[in-house]
């Protein structure tokens, strides 16, 4: 008797989680060929599947790595499960400045287009500094991606109608930035939740900057997603994440879906600017949505790293 209780238990617990971690895919098949992406942090998690997919649509991927070796085998695996060979590596560190205006050079002369830029790379919240001595997630997931956009809006422009899609995260609402403090380093959650965040105001305003010049911009929360980010921290922390993630986290191929739905959908390009979550734009939280503080980020982070 006792067996059979515990057996549909687990069954109702099993359909109850598969019902939970249901989501909506990208249903739009539009093709990509002749157009080349760029994807930061390709070499795991929701990075590499986003390189997939689009691979699987004809375009050129390109993925920028800090770690050569595991980009190669990134690169290895991508081919195999696209079947296409138009895809490759660059050497990227988002956390030294120097090496993001050596990526931005290198890839003007390699490559001659680029039309999707894809913000993916990302640290989780661990307390450390960049080569620039800024905060590590700041640097890293917002000044890094802010100076490479930058750098490539040119050929953007060029090649324009093009896109910038920039991962954030739903944790944005746990924090408010500190224009006296950007380089908050206090508590690891909220360095990376006010990362996330920046991620969101920069989107925005490039949207806004980009206006009606055929450049679209789109912040992509993923959803809760069973990839790598784990990997910055201890083993007993990675063993409960590891159940927690089996129980309610979407495997990477889920997370890419919203990212994919915003490099090809022409209902997305209608919300440039927007922030989009399960493949549609979703609302932000109003202190979020200030277009004052965007523009104040903006400004700030042209000081910081002078793109110019
Ligand atoms: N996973 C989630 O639940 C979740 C939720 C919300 C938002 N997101 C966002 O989704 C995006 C992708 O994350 P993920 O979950 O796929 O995590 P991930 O598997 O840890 O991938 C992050 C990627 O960023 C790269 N990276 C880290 N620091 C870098 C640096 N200094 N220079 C260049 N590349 C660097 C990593 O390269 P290495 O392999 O060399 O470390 C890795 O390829 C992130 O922006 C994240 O904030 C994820
Ligand atoms: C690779 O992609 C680029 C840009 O999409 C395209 O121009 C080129 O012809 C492709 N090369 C091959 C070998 O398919």
């Known amino acids: 008797m006792y067996l059979l209780y515990t057996i549909l238990?687990?069954?109702?617990?099993?359909?109850?989680?598969?019902?939970?971690?249901?989501?909506?895919?990208?249903?739009?098949?539009k093709r990509l060929d002749g157009k080349?992406?760029?994807?930061?942090g390709?070499?795991?998690?929701?990075?590499?599947?986003?390189?997939?997919?689009?691979?699987?649509?004809?375009?050129?991927?390109?993925?920028a790595c800090r770690d050569p070796s595991r980009a190669e085998k990134a690169v290895?695996?991508?081919?195999?499960?696209?079947h296409s060979l138009n895809v490759t590596h660059m050497e990227l560190d988002l956390a030294n400045?120097?090496?993001?205006?050596?990526f931005c050079k290198t890839f003007l002369q390699r490559e001659k287009r680029l039309d999707i830029l894809i913000n993916n790379a990302?640290?989780?919240?661990?307390?450390?500094?960049?080569?620039?001595?800024?905060?590590m997630c700041f640097g890293v997931n917002h000044l890094g991606h802010f100076l490479l956009t930058n750098l490539l809006l040119p050929r953007l422009k060029e090649c324009a109608p093009s896109r910038v899609i920039t991962l954030t995260c739903s944790n944005y609402k746990y924090q408010k930035l500190d224009f006296q403090d950007l380089n908050y380093?206090?508590?690891?959650?909220?360095?990376?939740?006010?990362?996330?965040?920046?991620n969101i105001y920069f989107s925005q305003e490039l949207g806004r900057i980009m206006e009606g010049k055929d450049v679209t911009s789109y912040a992509v929360h993923p959803g809760?997603?069973?990839?790598?980010?784990?990997?910055?921290?201890?083993?007993?922390?990675?063993?409960?994440?590891?159940?927690?993630?089996?129980?309610?986290?979407?495997?990477?191929?889920?997370?890419?879906?919203?990212?994919?739905?915003?490099a090809v959908s022409d209902e997305a390009a209608k919300h440039s600017g927007g922030y989009f979550v399960d493949c549609r734009p979703a609302t932000l939280r109003p202190f979020a949505r200030d277009s004052g503080v965007a523009k104040k980020l903006w400004e700030a982070s042209e000081r910081l790293v002078k793109p110019v």
Request: hydrophobic fraction near 45%; charged fraction near 20%.
């Open 97 to 102: 400045l120097r090496c993001v205006r050596e």
């Open 122 to 135: 990302a640290i989780p919240g661990v307390l450390d500094w960049t080569d620039d001595s800024f905060s």
């Open 76 to 82: 290895r695996e991508i081919k195999f499960k696209s």
């Open 185 to 198: 380093n206090l508590l690891p959650f909220f360095t990376y939740c006010r990362s996330k965040l920046a």
């Open 36 to 40: 080349t992406v760029l994807i930061t």
């Open 42 to 63: 390709g070499s795991s998690g929701i990075g590499k599947e986003t390189a997939v997919a689009l691979a699987l649509r004809g375009a050129r991927v390109v993925i």
């Open 9 to 29: 238990a687990s069954l109702v617990c099993f359909f109850f989680l598969k019902w939970l971690k249901k989501r909506r895919t990208c249903t739009d098949l």
């Open 224 to 262: 809760f997603v069973q990839s790598s980010w784990t990997c910055h921290y201890s083993f007993l922390f990675r063993m409960l994440m590891q159940v927690i993630m089996w129980m309610f986290f979407v495997p990477c191929e889920t997370g890419a879906q919203t990212v994919i739905y915003c």
